[in-house]
């Protein structure tokens, strides 16, 4: 017994530059993390406004959300709406991008970078107030419209059936992250491939389908999670244009949008927890769908 304790006093001896390196991490993941997931899972089940104590309602939250809540079916089928536009919009495009910028080109650096700054400003509310100001009815895409083609363009904020786009065409220009992960992906695809195609008889188009498609399918697989996971969490883009309101007619009512206005406008903070864990869920089966999904159309460099 007493050769056991040495032998853990020295296991522990030897461990402890490792755990105490690590200790501010788990300390800040306990605190910051586990402790509010925790909390926020017990409040789903009441009804508490951060005010008085919370009273205990059960599935009361999740059963309103579903039978009595028609603005939170409506946030629900926005967020399907732009989740299912912009992320593979934006995947299309940052593809098409990062294979213009795979070319050998003057200046290319340059030209990755600018190409990689919408990404970095795309999510500020700087830029969410100047797209709002540009697609207004006054903006500068309604006057260039009218004065190249002479007509009326809609006022697409303003009206319910274009507004949610304008949050997709924002979107798909933030396309840099995916860009550069894509042209990571270019870089490793061998040479030899395209040259032995070539030889074969094998065009451009078909090179594309036959050879970087597949090759990309890992990339992909990846880009389209992060992605799909970013989509679902949308808040500023909606909130700055719709002024917080979501907008006309709840066009633009996002669900993280949504949840913020119950949880900090109306302070019905136990029906937000309960729609930040449904939230949870729906991203975790959608992420699961795709992994199981990935079986059949990733492929990896040892042909699995």
């Not at 789903?44 to 999740?62: A, C, D, R």
């Not at 970087?212 to 990846?222: A, D, G, H, Q, R």
């Given at each position: 017994m007493s050769m056991k304790r040495g032998a853990f006093r020295r296991h522990a001896a030897d461990n402890a530059a490792g755990y105490l390196f690590l200790a501010p991490w788990l300390i800040g993941f306990c605190a910051l993390t586990l402790y509010p997931m925790i909390q926020s899972l017990y409040y789903s089940f009441t009804q508490f406004n951060m005010i008085s104590e919370p009273v205990?309602?059960?599935?009361?939250?999740?059963?309103?959300?579903?039978?009595?809540?028609?603005?939170?079916?409506?946030?629900?089928?926005?967020?399907?709406?732009?989740?299912?536009?912009?992320?593979?919009?934006?995947?299309?495009?940052?593809?098409?991008?990062?294979?213009?910028?795979?070319?050998?080109?003057?200046?290319?650096?340059?030209?990755?970078?600018?190409?990689?700054?919408?990404?970095?400003?795309?999510g500020s509310v700087a830029i969410a107030m100047l797209w709002k100001r540009l697609f207004s009815s006054d903006g500068v895409v309604n006057s260039i419209l009218h004065s190249l083609f002479g007509v009326t363009p809609p006022a697409w904020i303003a009206n319910p059936k274009y507004a949610l786009y304008t949050l997709v065409l924002l979107t798909v220009w933030q396309f840099g992250s995916s860009m550069i992960i894509f042209l990571a992906g270019l870089k490793q695809i061998p040479d030899e491939y395209y040259e032995a195609a070539s030889v074969d008889g094998a065009?451009?188009?078909?090179?594309?389908?036959?050879?970087?498609?597949?090759?990309?399918?890992?990339?992909?697989?990846?880009?389209?999670?992060?992605?799909?996971?970013?989509?679902?969490?949308?808040?500023?883009?909606?909130?700055?244009?719709?002024?917080?309101?979501?907008?006309?007619?709840?066009?633009?009512?996002f669900y993280t949008l949504y949840l913020y206005t119950k949880g900090f406008y109306y302070f019905e903070m136990g029906y937000a927890s309960a729609m930040a864990w449904v939230l949870l869920i729906i991203i975790a089966v959608f992420t699961a769908i795709i992994f199981r999904s990935s079986n059949s159309w990733v492929t990896y460099g040892s042909g699995e």
């Amino acid at each position: 017994m007493s050769m056991k304790r040495g032998a853990f006093r020295r296991h522990a001896a030897d461990n402890a530059a490792g755990y105490l390196f690590l200790a501010p991490w788990l300390i800040g993941f306990c605190a910051l993390t586990l402790y509010p997931m925790i909390q926020s899972l017990y409040y789903s089940f009441t009804q508490f406004n951060m005010i008085s104590e919370p009273v205990w309602l059960g599935l009361g939250n999740y059963i309103k959300m579903f039978t009595g809540d028609q603005t939170y079916m409506k946030s629900l089928e926005v967020t399907f709406k732009y989740v299912f536009l912009a992320v593979p919009l934006k995947l299309v495009f940052a593809l098409l991008v990062a294979g213009i910028m795979n070319q050998r080109l003057r200046f290319i650096g340059f030209y990755r970078t600018v190409y990689y700054i919408p990404t970095l400003l795309g999510g500020s509310v700087a830029i969410a107030m100047l797209w709002k100001r540009l697609f207004s009815s006054d903006g500068v895409v309604n006057s260039i419209l009218h004065s190249l083609f002479g007509v009326t363009p809609p006022a697409w904020i303003a009206n319910p059936k274009y507004a949610l786009y304008t949050l997709v065409l924002l979107t798909v220009w933030q396309f840099g992250s995916s860009m550069i992960i894509f042209l990571a992906g270019l870089k490793q695809i061998p040479d030899e491939y395209y040259e032995a195609a070539s030889v074969d008889g094998a065009g451009k188009i078909v090179q594309f389908f036959k050879i970087t498609i597949p090759s990309l399918t890992p990339v992909i697989l990846f880009n389209l999670v992060m992605q799909m996971i970013s989509a679902f969490q949308a808040f500023t883009q909606a909130f700055i244009v719709s002024g917080g309101k979501g907008g006309p007619l709840n066009s633009t009512m996002f669900y993280t949008l949504y949840l913020y206005t119950k949880g900090f406008y109306y302070f019905e903070m136990g029906y937000a927890s309960a729609m930040a864990w449904v939230l949870l869920i729906i991203i975790a089966v959608f992420t699961a769908i795709i992994f199981r999904s990935s079986n059949s159309w990733v492929t990896y460099g040892s042909g699995e």
